[in-house]
C-alpha cells in the first residue's frame, strides 16, 4: 500500500453492503403492503463504514472485501476509491449479488433490517492471504463478523504472525472461537459483549464485568461500547470508564463504526487509552448527529473542533 509515513496505515477485512432505506409511517406486517417514502441508497456495511471512517481520519487506508459482479458492486467499489481507500484487495465474484441491507424505518424512528450477506459470503482465507503484503505493512488491521468466521480467523492469526495490532469489532455477534477473540483489543457494544460473555450488561460495572470475562478468553484488552452511555474499558492494568458527549441524535447508524475506526487511528498516532477513547467517543457521537452510515462519518477536522470546544 504506497503511504505517507506519518499516516496510521489501516487495512480493513469485512463486508459491503448497499443499504436501501424506505421510511414509512409504520412498518409492514407479515403479508402487509405499506406506501412508503423515496428509496434511498446509502453504501454501507460494517467493514466498508470502518474503511471510510479511518480515510476520512486521516489514515492511509486499504479495504480486504468481496463484491458482486452488479450495479451495487461497481458503486461500492466507487465509493471507496472516491474517498481515496485502496481497493486492490476488493475482489468482485462473478454471477453474485452484492451485499444489501433491506431497511424500513417508521414514524418513530424504529427500523426493521433484512441483511442479504451475498458476496461478503465469498470473502475467504485467501482473500486475506493474498493481501498479505498490505497487511504486514499495515499500523493495524481491522475486521467484523460480517464475513465467514473462518476469514476472520485468518486475519487474526496473519495479524498476530506479522507482529501488526489487530482490532476485533464481534459485530453482529456471533458463536467465535477463542483463537478470534485473542486479539489486541476486542470492541463489542453491549448487547454483543453480553451475548459473548453470557452476562447481563445494564450499567457501566457491568459492562467492566463482561469485559474481564471477554479477556479470559484471550482479548489482550477490550472496550465495551455503551451508546449513550459511552464506553468501558478493561487491560491488564485495570479498568477505565469514559462518558459520553452530550449530543442532539438524528440517527445513531455506524456510531460504532466510527468509534471502532477513530479509535484505531488514535492509538496508532501515540494517543493514550484515556485520550484515545475520548477521541472515539467524540467520533461515535457526531455520527449520531446525522442520517445514514457512510454519510454521517466525521472527518478529523471536524473531530478536533467538536473536542477542542467540548473540554468536559
Ligand atoms: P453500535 O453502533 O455498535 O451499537 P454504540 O451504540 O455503543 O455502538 O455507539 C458507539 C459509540 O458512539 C459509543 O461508545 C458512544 O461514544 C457513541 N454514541 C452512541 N450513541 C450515542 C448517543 N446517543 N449520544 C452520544 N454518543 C453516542
Known amino acids: 500500500m504506497a503511504s505517507s509515513p506519518s499516516k496510521p496505515r489501516i487495512v480493513v477485512v469485512g463486508s459491503m453492503n448497499m443499504d436501501l432505506v424506505v421510511r414509512a ?13 423515496e428509496c434511498l441508497q446509502w453504501p454501507g456495511g460494517k467493514g466498508a463504514n470502518q474503511a471510510v471512517a479511518a480515510a476520512r481520519l486521516g489514515a492511509d487506508c486499504a479495504m480486504v472485501a468481496c463484491v458482486g459482479d452488479d450495479a451495487f458492486g461497481a458503486v461500492l467499489k466507487g465509493g471507496l476509491v472516491r474517498e ?9 465474484a462473478a454471477g453474485t449479488a452484492s451485499g444489501a441491507a433491506l431497511i424500513v424505518v417508521d414514524a418513530a424512528g424504529r427500523n426493521a433490517i433484512c441483511v442479504a450477506p451475498g458476496a461478503n459470503r465469498l470473502l475467504a482465507p485467501e482473500d486475506v492471504c493474498r493481501a498479505e503484503g498490505a497487511i504486514r505493512r499495515a499500523d493495524a488491521v481491522l475486521v467484523q463478523f460480517e464475513t ?11 495479524a498476530k504472525s506479522a507482529g501488526v495490532q489487530v482490532f476485533v469489532n464481534p459485530a453482529p455477534a456471533a458463536r467465535a472461537p477463542d483463537d478470534v477473540l485473542s486479539a489486541d483489543v476486542l470492541i463489542p457494544n ?3 459483549a453480553a451475548a459473548m460473555s453470557g452476562l447481563e450488561i445494564d450499567d457501566p460495572a457491568s459492562a467492566i464485568l463482561a469485559a474481564r470475562r471477554l479477556m479470559e478468553r484471550g482479548a489482550q484488552a477490550v472496550a465495551v461500547t455503551l451508546g449513550e452511555a459511552g464506553c468501558v474499558w478493561v487491560d491488564a492494568g485495570g479498568a477505565l470508564q469514559v462518558p459520553a458527549f452530550q449530543v442532539p441524535v438524528v440517527d445513531t447508524t455506524a456510531a ?26 467524540a467520533a461515535g457521537a457526531l455520527t449520531c ?16 473542533a467538536f473536542l477542542y470546544g467540548n473540554p468536559s
Open 25 to 37: 409511517d409504520r412498518i409492514p406486517a407479515p403479508g402487509e403492503t405499506v406506501l412508503g417514502g
Open 84 to 92: 481515496g481507500i485502496n481497493v486492490d484487495h476488493v475482489r468482485t
Open 148 to 158: 465467514p468466521m473462518e476469514t476472520v480467523a485468518e486475519v487474526v492469526r496473519l
Open 190 to 192: 453491549a448487547s454483543e
Open 256 to 281: 460504532g463504526d466510527a468509534f471502532v475506526a477513530a479509535f484505531a487511528v488514535a492509538r496508532i498516532r501515540g494517543d493514550d487509552t484515556p485520550m484515545a477513547l475520548r477521541y472515539a467517543c
Open 289 to 304: 448527529m446525522r442520517a445514514g452510515a457512510q454519510p454521517s462519518l466525521p472527518g478529523a477536522r471536524e473531530v478536533e
